[in-house]
Nanobody, 125 residues
Framework: QLQLVESGGGLVQPGGSLRLSCAAS????????IGWFRQAPGKERERVSC???????NYADSVKGRFTISRDNAKNTAYLQMNSLKPEDTAAYYC???????????????????WGQGTQVTVSS
């Protein structure tokens, strides 16, 4: 059974940093695309970033230059380093996975068939 578990969320002041982790079990990440998405109350789930098995990455304009996605296949874990956090980054953050060959646009949430339960990030003073 494929399972993704996010961790690392919390309360942080504006300008602060957090690193989210996405631990996979039941499969190995090597041949999977990993995406990070977020959803604020009353809003649709939106893409944040994604990383293909090759290591190529994609970022939403709103986080470009502040967030960095990475993967450690040996640890079967993906990460989202978030710097210079803003109040508008407040949301539940989800990681998702899809087999590389089934992915065309890694930023399209509809491609993903495995999702974690989410971790809350709150940016507030």
């Amino acid at each position: 059974q494929l399972q993704l578990v996010e961790s690392g969320g919390g309360l942080v002041q504006p300008g602060g940093s957090l690193r989210l982790s996405c631990a996979a079990s039941g499969f190995t990440l090597d041949h999977y695309v990993i995406g990070w998405f977020r959803q604020a109350p009353g809003k649709e789930r939106e893409r944040v970033s994604c990383i293909r098995s090759s290591g190529s990455t994609n970022y939403a304009d709103s986080v470009k230059g502040r967030f960095t996605i990475s993967r450690d296949n040996a640890k079967n874990t993906a990460y989202l380093q978030m710097n210079s956090l803003k109040p508008e980054d407040t949301a539940a953050y989800y990681c998702a996975a899809v087999f590389e060959r089934l992915s065309r646009l890694c930023y399209d949430r509809h491609e993903y068939d495995s999702w974690g339960q989410g971790t809350q990030v709150t940016v507030s003073s």
